[in-house]
């Protein structure tokens, strides 16, 4: 994977090798930061990005959420990180947009530390690997369970907060599945460890509430719109983990992973043990949308040009 010449750091471009932090700095120790994952795709215009502006509302939400204060405007950051996509030249990349504290001390209370912002830019494909867009992931359920309320924010993406997504990740690697599917504290699915998740069943879409410690994914609510212009019931209710065994189609979705489709939970085969008629209808929706192929109905795309 090749770097890409620049990185915005605090209002100015600086070159790759350039962008670094002082090892005091609060983040590398407590997990201090807040980000956002946000994908740009090629166009016939030039790179366009999605979901540009909601991203960075969440990116905002997160902050206030951290009782962090952004030292810009949610404009300055969103004209930012056109300029990163743009003088970085890429024609489609995925952004990472990371508001982190600095250097000035350390100690567990963040506040006696500044404030600062960063977007970098990298060529990055299918996150699960190109083939699972098709053929579909293995996955199994996690042995850590998503954070209860009260003791994290599943409505935030803190950095310190995804150790617990990095135990799920490496122990599905272990087991020798893509991804790992996490259960919430009452038992109930979760999420992956850095997707949304939908459960097909007779022809009924459902997906796990807010209440279930998910993250309240853009792209998953960009599916669901998908979903109800295509006259599909989606459903946002609790389901058990033994929902999953039974299922007739299972798909992930995420800015990394897109839509994916899952083919196994804990080696049970999920309907025929590929990608379901339902799952492609919308990922192809989705595909067509974003790489410029159908209309943007419902302007989720950004130009950076």
């Known amino acids: 994977m090749a770097n890409p010449e620049y990185i915005w750091m605090d209002g100015k471009l600086v070159k790759w090798a350039d962008a670094t932090v002082h090892v005091q700095t609060h983040a590398l120790h407590y997990g201090s930061s807040v980000f956002e994952g946000i994908r740009a795709y090629a166009s016939p215009d030039g790179p366009k990005v999605l979901f540009l ?26 004209a930012a990180i056109k300029q990163v996509v743009r003088e970085n030249k890429h024609e489609s990349c995925y952004i990472r947009p990371l508001v982190y504290r600095g250097d000035e001390a350390l100690g567990v209370n963040p506040r006696r530390c500044g404030v600062h912002a960063t977007i970098l830019t990298m060529v990055w494909g299918s996150y699960l690997g190109a083939e699972a867009i098709e053929s579909g992931v293995d996955v199994g359920v996690s042995s850590w369970r998503r954070t209860v309320p009260g003791v994290g924010m599943s409505m935030a993406k803190i950095g310190g907060q995804y150790v617990n997504s990095q135990m799920m990740a490496m122990e599905a690697h272990d087991h020798g599945y893509h991804e790992a599917i996490a259960l919430d504290t009452q038992g109930n699915v ?10 097909i069943s ?84 989705f595909f067509d949308i974003v790489n410029s192929r159908a209309a943007d109905q419902w302007g989720w795309l950004t130009p950076v040009n």
């Open 190 to 199: 979760s999420e992956g460890s850095g997707e949304n998740i939908f459960v």
């Open 202 to 285: 007779n022809g009924v879409i459902y997906t796990p509430p807010m209440a279930a410690s998910i993250l309240l994914g853009i792209t998953r609510n960009g599916v669901m719109r998908i979903a109800h212009s295509m006259g599909y019931e989606v459903r946002e209710q609790n389901m058990p983990r033994d929902f999953l065994y039974i299922a007739d189609e299972i798909f992930f979705t995420g800015t990394a992973a897109e839509v994916t489709p899952i083919r196994s939970v804990d080696k049970v085969k999920v309907g025929s043990g590929s990608r379901g008629p339902i799952t492609a209808r919308i990922q192809q929706a």
């Open 53 to 78: 502006h909601e991203h960075v509302s969440r990116l905002y939400a997160s902050a206030r959420l951290f009782r962090m204060e952004i030292p810009y405007s949610a404009e300055e950051m969103t």
